[in-house]
């Protein structure tokens, strides 16, 4: 068992092309070990502090709302709130490239 709290995700928009999920994450909770399947784009919502753990350690990284980022497929961590409010973020994951509609 885990001694931090769960996040909490919401899937907002779930088809062949792309996944959006807001993630919400109170203060020390984590998203779980996981591997990013496709490319992503995370969106802060709000500024804070997460910590990624790989498997080679830890990095902390401050955020700050509407900074966007992209990571490439293939990405494997857990990423707990290190900060000293709730941090909220929305994902974008790229299922697939270049399908018209």
Same mark, same amino acid.
């Given at each position: 068992m885990s001694e931090f709290a769960a996040a909490v995700p919401t899937v907002q928009v779930d088809n062949a092309r792309v996944r959006v999920t807001e993630w919400? *994450?109170? @203060? &020390? %909770?984590? +998203? &779980?070990?996981h591997r990013h399947a496709y490319d992503y784009i995370v969106v802060p919502l709000t500024d804070? @502090? *997460? !910590?990624a753990v790989h498997g080679d350690g830890e990095r902390r990284t401050e955020l700050k709302g509407g900074a966007s980022y992209f990571r490439q497929a293939g990405v494997e961590h857990d990423v707990i709130n !290190? &900060? %000293? !409010?709730?941090? +909220?973020? @929305?994902? @974008?994951? $790229? #299922? %697939?490239? &270049? $399908? #018209?509609?």
């Open positions: 919400r *994450l109170p @203060v &020390g %909770a984590h +998203t &779980g070990w804070g @502090v *997460l !910590a !290190a &900060g %000293a !409010a709730e941090f +909220t973020f @929305v994902e @974008v994951e $790229i #299922k %697939a490239h &270049g $399908i #018209k509609n």
